[in-house]
T-cell receptor
Framework: NAGVTQTPKFRILKIGQSMTLQCTQDMNHNYMYWYRQDPGMGLKLIYYSVGAGITDKGEVPNGYNVSRSTTEDFPLRLELAAPSQTSVYFC??????????????FGEGSRLTVL | AQSVTQPDIHITVSEGASLELRCNYSYGATPYLFWYVQSPGQGLQLLLKYFSGDTLVQGIKGFEAEFKRSQSSFNLRKPSVHWSDAAEYFCAVSSGGYNKLIFGAGTRLAVHP
């Protein structure tokens, strides 16, 4: 059982470049999330999705875009990379709360550096 | 607005010593509370959660946490720390439905032999 898989694990971008962080999960979870982690700041929610075709902004969405065409995949796109987007990005998924778990399952993270 | 505060950025304990990591939350209603652990280079793993009922909850790896509404706290404890417990620990509160979580800044635990 692979769980939540993120690619790439590491990437260096130049200012102004674009890229997509890929995330896929094989647990048939409805909910998916993108968080960024900065030192001393914990994790901040960028975007989330409650099902295919439905996405919404989190706490820090500026500079990012997402799509959810399938239950399994939730890619995060950076259109014009800026140094402030240097961070570790985590994708996560979960069941709806009706399943009474509340637990988020996390990928191993993608470390992005913008120079 | 909901928030989570972890007052201790870094804690060092000796192997075999007891551990308590502090967490305070701000939330208007009954909170859903979580503790996650992050080992170096890894994603986050759920240690335990509190939804309702018994205020002392047991988790994996011998951890427990106690919910105290009067103090708005959800402190994580372990009676005897092992070297493998060295990691970063995050307290989180569920916010706004859809299992969205607000995380604290984290506490990094170092364990001395």
């Amino acid at each position: 059982n692979a769980g939540v898989t993120q690619t790439p694990k590491f990437r260096i971008l130049k200012i102004g470049q674009s890229m997509t962080l890929q995330c896929t999960q094989d647990m048939n979870h409805n909910y998916m999330y993108w968080y960024r982690q900065d030192p001393g700041m914990g994790l901040k929610l960028i975007y989330y999705s409650v099902g295919a075709g439905i996405t919404d902004k989190g706490e820090v969405p500026n500079g990012y875009n997402v799509s959810r065409s399938t239950t399994e995949d939730f890619p995060l796109r950076l259109e014009l990379a800026a140094p402030s987007q240097t961070s570790v990005y985590f994708c996560a998924s979960s069941y709806p709360r009706g399943a009474d778990t509340g637990e988020l399952f996390f990928g191993e993270g993608s470390r992005l550096t913008v120079l | 607005a909901q928030s989570v505060t972890q007052p201790d950025i870094h804690i060092t304990v000796s192997e075999g010593a007891s551990l308590e990591l502090r967490c305070n939350y701000s939330y208007g209603a009954t909170p859903y509370l979580f503790w996650y652990v992050q080992s170096p280079g890894q994603g986050l793993q759920l240690l335990l959660k509190y939804f309702s009922g018994d205020t002392l909850v047991q988790g994996i790896k011998g951890f427990e946490a106690e919910f105290k509404r009067s103090q708005s706290s959800f402190n994580l404890r372990k009676p005897s720390v092992h070297w493998s417990d060295a990691a970063e620990y995050f307290c989180a509160v569920s916010s706004g439905g859809y299992n969205k979580l607000i995380f604290g800044a984290g506490t990094r635990l170092a364990v001395h032999p």
